[in-house]
C-alpha cells in the first residue's frame, strides 16, 4: 500500500474490483481492470494479488484474465444457507417506524398469499389488524403486489401466475382481472415501488418495495401501512420513495426500475 493510500480507500479499491469481476462471466484482463477501475496498475496488481490470496479473485492461467474467485461465492452461499432474514430486516422496521412514525411489516411470498414474518407497530391508538405469521392475498396488497411484480417479471408470467390463483374481490378496491393485473404489476415495476390504496382493508393503504439480497427475484417484501386518513396519495407516494431510499441505504440495492 502507498504511504499516502489509507486503508479505506484502498478496501473501497478492492470492492470495487469484485464489482467489475462480477460483471463479465469470461473474465477480466488486467489492462481493462486498469482502464474500467481507473486504478494505476501497480496499485491494481497487488490489489488482485490479495485477493487471489484469499480466494477472492482467481487467475486460472498465468497473465490470463482474472474471474471471481470461489471463495467469495462460497462465502455467498454459505451466507444464503443461514442466513436469518427477520434479523436482517428487522432494524430496518425499526428505522421506518421510527421516521415516518408508521406500522412498518416484513412478508414472504407463499404461492398466492404473502405471510407476514415481523411487524413493528406504530403508536397511535388505532392498531393494524395484521399479525405475525398471518396471511393474507398477495394481489390485493402491497407488499403482495411488490413481490409478484418482480417475481413475475413479465405480463405472461404474471397472467399464468394469476390463472393458478383466486383473485377474489377482498374490497370493493381488489384487483379481479389478469389483465389489469399484469398492467399494475408493469407500472410497478415501472415507478419501483407498490401501492395498496385499500384493496386489502377498506380504509387502509400501504407502500411497499421488494427486497432482493443479491438475487434476481425478491427475498421478501417491506411495506409502511397507515389509516387512509395518514396517508393521502400525495403522503403516500412521499412515503414510498423514503422506503425505497431506506432500503437502498440499509439493506440492498432498490429494486430495478423499467426503463
Wanted: charged letters at 25%.
Amino acid at each position: 500500500m502507498a504511504k499516502n493510500e489509507s486503508p479505506v480507500g484502498s478496501v473501497d479499491r478492492a470492492l470495487r474490483i469484485i464489482q467489475l469481476l462480477s460483471e463479465s462471466g469470461r473474465g477480466v484482463t488486467l489492462e481493462d481492470l486498469a482502464v474500467r477501475s481507473g486504478i494505476p496498475r501497480s496499485s491494481l496488481h497487488r490489489l488482485l494479488g490479495a485477493l487471489r490470496h484469499r480466494g477472492f479473485a482467481a487467475q486460472p492461467e498465468p497473465n490470463g484474465p482474472y474471474f471471481l474467485g470461489t471463495e467469495l461465492l462460497a462465502a455467498a452461499f454459505r451466507f444464503y444457507d443461514r442466513i436469518d432474514l427477520r434479523s436482517l430486516v428487522h432494524p430496518v422496521l425499526l428505522r421506518l417506524r421510527e421516521e415516518l412514525n408508521e406500522t412498518t411489516h416484513m412478508a414472504v411470498l407463499e404461492g398466492g398469499e404473502i405471510v407476514y414474518v415481523d411487524k413493528v407497530e406504530a403508536i397511535h391508538p388505532i392498531t393494524m389488524t395484521s399479525v405475525i405469521g398471518g396471511r393474507n392475498p398477495a394481489h390485493s396488497t402491497g407488499v403482495g403486489k411488490a413481490l409478484l411484480a418482480w417475481t413475475y417479471p413479465t405480463d405472461e408470467a404474471i397472467k399464468l401466475w394469476a390463472s393458478a390463483h383466486e383473485l377474489r374481490a377482498v374490497t370493493r378496491h381488489s384487483i379481479t382481472s389478469p389483465s389489469r393485473l399484469a398492467e399494475e404489476m408493469a407500472e410497478i415495476r415501472e415507478r419501483g415501488y407498490a401501492l395498496d390504496l385499500e384493496e386489502n382493508e377498506d380504509g387502509v393503504r400501504c407502500a411497499a418495495v421488494p427486497v432482493f439480497l443479491g438475487r434476481s427475484t425478491p427475498s421478501a417484501g417491506v411495506s409502511v401501512t397507515a389509516p387512509k386518513d395518514r396517508f393521502p396519495k400525495a403522503r403516500l407516494t412521499e412515503v414510498a420513495a423514503r422506503l425505497r431510499t431506506i432500503l437502498a441505504d440499509e439493506l440492498d440495492r432498490p429494486a430495478p426500475l423499467v426503463p
